[in-house]
T-cell receptor, first 113, second 115 residues
Framework: GAGVSQSPRYKVAKRGQDVALRCDPI?????LFWYQQALGQGPEFLTY????????KSGLPSDRFFAERPEGSVSTLKIQRTQQEDSAVYLCASSLITPHEQYFGPGTRLTVT | AQKVTQAQTEISVVEKEDVTLDCVYETRDTTYYLFWYKQPPSGELVFLIR??????QNEISGRYSWNFQKSTSSFNFTITASQVVDSAVYFC????????????FGSGTRLQVQP
């Protein structure tokens, strides 16, 4: 079956622009996670959904970051007024239910100029 | 707080050599889960294995094997007879039963297998 998909794969934004990153999890997966991966580092947790409920958003670095999953399937990570330090790969992962293994999408590489 | 340490930043071996990637973790939970992921140059994280804290049996899958030792808080990964296709960054990760359900990753070990 289809894996986790993310779009766009690459995004270049000028500083101050808003961006929206989309994640389509594996069908039927209850849990959805967003991670941020800086160059040469391991992924770092941003936020976690169980169905449509955002159960943990403690990893979001600032109030410019916002995530939603309104129908418990597709999720969108929005970054407002992007800054250069937001440049990273944003990874989405889904799992049947925690703590099962998480399956990752290909990521969205965001470059803020 | 949970923490995963992968002290080896980069390892280079010649094809057919065996190689072990180290992973040391910290957690206060008695129930937790350990994972290994592979990130090839294409960038997509590939799940390799999950172990729970109550299962200390070593596991073997083809050329891959994992050694889980609670006494030393380690979960090491060995590739036997390495191949060029094994070249990638390997991440060890931890999640807790009672705490944060997200994965806490180590900083990764870059493995280069030379032909």
């Amino acid at each position: 079956g289809a894996g986790v998909s993310q779009s766009p794969r690459y995004k270049v934004a000028k500083r101050g622009q808003d961006v929206a990153l989309r994640c389509d999890p594996i069908s039927g997966h209850v849990s959805l996670f967003w991670y941020q991966q800086a160059l040469g580092q391991g992924p770092e947790f941003l936020t976690y959904f169980q169905n449509e409920a955002q159960l943990d958003k403690s990893g979001l670095p600032s109030d410019r970051f916002f995530a939603e999953r309104p129908e418990g399937s597709v999720s969108t990570l929005k970054i407002q007024r992007t800054q250069q330090e937001d440049s990273a790969v944003y990874l989405c992962a889904s799992s049947l239910i925690t703590p099962h293994e998480q399956y990752f999408g290909p990521g969205t590489r965001l470059t803020v100029t | 707080a949970q923490k995963v340490t992968q002290a080896q930043t980069e390892i280079s071996v010649v094809e057919k050599e065996d190689v072990t990637l180290d992973c040391v973790y910290e957690t206060r939970d008695t129930t937790y889960y350990l994972f290994w992921y592979k990130q090839p140059p294409s960038g997509e994280l590939v799940f390799l294995i999950r172990r729970n804290s109550f299962d200390e049996q070593n596991e073997i899958s083809g050329r891959y094997s994992w050694n889980f030792q609670k006494s030393t808080s380690s979960f090491n990964f060995t590739i036997t007879a390495s191949q060029v296709v094994d070249s990638a960054v390997y991440f060890c990760a931890l999640s807790e039963e009672a705490g944060r359900r997200a994965l806490t990753f180590g900083s990764g070990t870059r493995l280069q297998v030379q032909p």
